[in-house]
């Protein structure tokens, strides 16, 4: 009997590796919103990253969270880190920075998992308002798609990337629900 007992519990271990193995390796989570408001006001508040105080959902959610600046204020090579009890800790610099239109950063969490991603930031004029869409691309290791498999996290991140652009909208307009 203990002898079934393994081989069906090593038969569970072996289905669940290649359950886990079978989901995708790239990711991308998106949103966007359109905001109203001038597309140069839009990018200076995520290119100056001291900026990112006043509408992202991750500062917001960590009143303890301690960020760390280097490097210029705005554009490539400016950088910050944090570290905070709840979230976890990690650092980000700006890898790319076209004046009205985009912003990309390399994003490096090391606490509480580790992983080396993409974030961006597009800006598309829209008449009176920017259409700006907030992006994450990178790649899941095992740890990672095993996680995926019980928690949505398009549907986790991707909720605060929308909440983080509504409050960049809010804190733009005035306007705070």
């Not at 069906?8 to 669940?16: D, E, G, S, Y």
């Not at 580790?114 to 009176?128: H, L």
């Not at 259409?131 to 398009?154: E, H, P, Q, R, Y």
């Amino acid at each position: 009997m203990f002898t079934i007992i393994l081989i069906v519990a090593a038969l569970l271990i072996v289905a669940l590796v290649i359950l886990v193995n079978m989901q995708p390796t790239d990711f991308r989570i998106t949103r966007s919103r359109s905001i109203h408001a001038p597309a140069s006001v839009l990018f200076e508040q995520v290119d100056v990253l001291q900026n990112w105080s006043a509408w992202s959902p991750f500062d917001r959610a960590d009143s303890d969270m301690k960020r760390t600046f280097a490097g210029p204020t705005s554009g490539v090579g400016a950088s910050c880190s944090w570290d905070c009890p709840k979230s976890g800790a990690g650092s980000m610099t700006t890898i790319e920075s076209r004046p009205n239109e985009l912003v990309r950063f390399d994003l490096h969490f090391t606490k509480p998992f580790k992983a080396d991603n993409i974030a961006e930031f597009t800006f598309r004029p829209e008449g009176n308002a920017t259409l700006v869409t907030w992006s994450m691309i990178g790649k899941n290791n095992f740890f990672a798609k095993a996680f995926g498999l019980f928690v949505d996290c398009d549907k986790m991140v991707g909720g605060m990337f929308a909440d983080g652009l509504k409050t960049m909208e809010e804190t733009r307009t005035g306007k705070h629900e």
